[in-house]
C-alpha cells in the first residue's frame, strides 16, 4: 500500500499499468523480459531455458522455433497466468529547497492514499 511513502508525505497517483503475469508452479513469475530472451535467443536464454526444463518443461528440441518451444514448456509445467492491476505510484517533488520543491509540477493528480487492504479491490 506504500506505508513508508505515505510516511515520507509522498503524492499518490494511483495505479501504474496494469499487466498479465506468467506464474510458475513455484509460484515464481517469469518476466516479460526473460521470455523475450527466449524468443529472441538473446544473451541469457539459456538460464531461463534450463530453469523451466528444471521445473518439468521438455528441452527445445533442435530446429524449434524457440517461441513456440516457450508456450509449449510453459503449457507442459501448468504455468498460468494473472492479471496485476498495476504496482501503486508515489511521487515525490524533487528540489534542494522547500520553496523550490514547492514550484514542482507533478503531472499526475495527488489522490487520496490507501489505507485499507479492501481499498485495494477497488
Given at each position: 500500500?506504500?506505508?513508508?511513502?505515505?510516511?515520507?508525505?509522498?503524492?499518490?497517483?494511483g495505479r501504474g499499468a496494469p499487466a498479465t503475469?506468467?506464474?510458475?508452479p513455484d509460484g515464481k513469475i517469469l518476466n516479460?523480459?526473460?521470455?523475450?530472451?527466449?524468443?529472441?535467443?538473446?544473451?541469457?536464454?539459456?538460464?531461463?531455458?534450463?530453469?523451466?526444463?528444471?521445473?518439468?518443461?521438455?528441452?527445445?528440441?533442435?530446429?524449434?522455433?524457440?517461441?513456440?518451444?516457450?508456450?509449449?514448456?510453459?503449457?507442459?509445467?501448468?504455468?498460468?497466468?494473472?492479471?496485476?492491476?498495476?504496482?501503486?505510484?508515489?511521487?515525490?517533488?524533487?528540489?534542494?529547497?522547500?520553496?523550490?520543491?514547492?514550484?514542482?509540477?507533478?503531472?499526475?493528480?495527488?489522490?487520496?492514499?490507501?489505507?485499507?487492504?479492501?481499498?485495494l479491490a477497488a
Open positions: 500500500m506504500g506505508t513508508i511513502y505515505q510516511a515520507s508525505n509522498a503524492r499518490y497517483t503475469l506468467v506464474v510458475l516479460n523480459r526473460a521470455m523475450s530472451k527466449v524468443r529472441q535467443q538473446e544473451r541469457g536464454h539459456e538460464a531461463v531455458e534450463r530453469r523451466l526444463v528444471e521445473l518439468g518443461a521438455a528441452p527445445p528440441r533442435a530446429g524449434q522455433r524457440p517461441a513456440e518451444w516457450l508456450w509449449a514448456a510453459l503449457d507442459g509445467i501448468g504455468a498460468s497466468k494473472m492479471r496485476h492491476r498495476g504496482c501503486h505510484r508515489y511521487a515525490f517533488p524533487l528540489g534542494t529547497t522547500r520553496s523550490e520543491r514547492r514550484g514542482v509540477r507533478i503531472a499526475f493528480d495527488s489522490l487520496p492514499y490507501v489505507k485499507q487492504p479492501h481499498e
